[in-house]
């Protein structure tokens, strides 16, 4: 009788080794340098792992943090060399990782072109991007990139309001002649539900003097606690959601997986500021304070 070996279960394979804690902890510390150390030694040893990819695509973000503009382009072009390599042999969404360094090194080679003021160049590195990876996951973050360097002083695009949450929103177009102010959130998002006291607040100063709050969401797939569910419960718990996090804030809510694709909202929450013109005024992705956000309303309802 032969007697061969058995083959472990696929469940029971080790995890993929992953550099990236190591490497974001070391960038935070300011060690670039140890940081590089760490991925070209995980590199030598695995070769270009997704997990390694997005590791070196940090690299890039640290650098150009830093100020060090030329490292964190030469490590963006790396990463994307490395990562349209990888891309020969097996689609760019198959996991998370090797989206997250394609879009890291495109992002970083746009903003730091546009710190060299060489902003109709970053521009077009993201609209060819656009071109060649417009249908796959990373299409949010480069309209994102694209809005940072080209939204401000342009008409601001419309949002979709076939689906909604509660009462239907109006269209920019209808509300022309006030100013808006949209907050694009996740009901999963913590900064967005810190965010509900200064948009209660704002809404209530400025409410009488024209203007009007809109927050477009989008389904994720999923309710409480990342369990699966189909898009008639999780708008229940979008409303639910915004019942018990924003109590005090009556805003129409959008549901459109498109209009955030369009407006680049990789982060939540972005905050779009639109005058009484239609003209975008703010283009911020992330938390702000009050004090921080007011002085922009105040121009945007002159």
Known sequence: MLVGTVAAPLHAQAPAPNPIPEVRA???????????????????????????????????????????????LNYAYETERMAVAALASRPLDEEPHLPIALGAAIEVQAQTLARQEQLSTAIRVLERAVDGYGATSIRTRLFKNINLLSLEGKSAPEYLTAEYVGRRPPSLRELKGKAVLLFFWAHWCPDCKAMAPTLTALQEAYGDAGLVVVAPTQRY???????PAEADVEMRYIAQVLAESYPGLDVPVPVSAESFSNFGSSTTPTLVLVDRTGVVTL?????????????????ALR
């Open 26 to 72: 070391l960038i935070a510390k300011s060690d670039i340098p140890g940081a590089e150390r760490v991925l070209r030694a995980f590199l030598a040893e695995h070769g270009p792992t997704p997990q390694g990819l997005e590791a070196l695509s940090w690299l890039g973000r640290g650098s150009l943090a830093a100020g060090e503009l030329d490292e964190a």
């Open 221 to 227: 797939g999923y309710v409480a606690g990342r369990a």
């Open 283 to 299: 283009y911020n992705p992330g938390r702000m304070t009050r004090e921080a956000l007011e002085p922009h309303v105040k121009r």
